[in-house]
């Protein structure tokens, strides 16, 4: 499976924007890029996904290189409800009967 | 939230018995997950559904069997547990489509004596 390497911790301030780094170099052509985060003592939270260009949702941005072996998720306003684990998972190919591999994430500490 | 419940949410059991952990879904979603979390390790995938009485192992699925009777329902079951199933397990179900989105239950939180 295509792995993807994120830093172990990120430290921002309240009501500045994030940007959280996930580099996975060996991603094939069909895999999409996940980002989920997990707020301490609950389950993970799907965040957003992309497969080449730029997506948007109400919760953040995505930012996938123009080669997609890194991409960048993006918090405009960081919150202090925003501090969690963030995770960078690729899938979607399907060949993996629908399996997503979580690694270690990120931790996002936000100072108010 | 995908309307998926987790039960019980907490259990404290001992070495050597039996324990059922039930994940239930309203939605009617064909694929359903079985994680579990333990510090320094991530989630770990045990075991999948992909539909009625079809299932299939994950990275970690020694010591556990499940079973799906029913779309809405898939349980996790520990033969005889051990103190290293200690953990915290979430269940997850996949939203149809073409790409692996999950939405994940609030997990149950099992201590094994």
């Known amino acids: 499976d295509a792995k993807t390497t994120q830093p172990n911790s990120m430290e921002s301030n309240e009501e500045e924007p994030v940007h959280l780094p996930c580099n996975h170099s060996?991603?094939?052509?069909?895999?999409?890029i996940h980002w989920y985060r997990q707020l301490p003592s609950q389950g993970p939270e799907y965040v957003i996904h992309?497969?080449?260009s730029n997506v948007n949702n109400r919760m953040a941005s995505l930012a996938i290189a123009e080669d997609r072996k890194s991409s960048t998720l993006i918090l405009h306003r960081a919150t202090l409800r925003d501090a969690a684990v963030y995770y960078c998972?690729?899938?979607?190919?399907?060949?993996?009967?629908?399996?997503?591999?979580f690694g270690k994430g990120t931790l996002l500490t936000v100072n108010p | 939230d995908a309307g998926i419940t987790q039960s019980p949410r907490h259990k404290v059991t001992e070495t050597g018995t039996p324990v059922t952990l039930r994940c239930h879904q309203t939605?009617?979603?064909?694929?359903m997950y079985w994680y579990r979390q333990d510090p320094g390790h991530g989630l770990r995938l045990i075991h999948y559904?992909?539909?009625?009485?079809?299932?299939d192992k994950g990275e970690v699925s020694d010591g556990y069997s499940v079973s799906r009777s029913k779309t809405e329902d898939f349980l996790l079951t520990l033969e005889s547990a051990t103190s290293s199933q200690t953990s915290v397990y979430f269940c997850?179900?996949?939203?149809?489509?073409?790409?692996?989105?999950?939405?994940f239950g609030p997990g149950t939180r099992l201590t094994v004596l």
């Open positions: 998972i690729l899938g979607g190919s399907g060949g993996s009967n629908y399996k997503l591999t």
């Open positions: 060996t991603i094939s052509g069909t895999d999409y």
């Open positions: 992309g497969l080449t």
């Open positions: 939605e009617n979603h064909r694929y």
């Open positions: 559904s992909y539909g009625v009485k079809d299932t």
């Open positions: 997850a179900i996949k939203l149809a489509g073409s790409t692996d989105t999950q939405y």
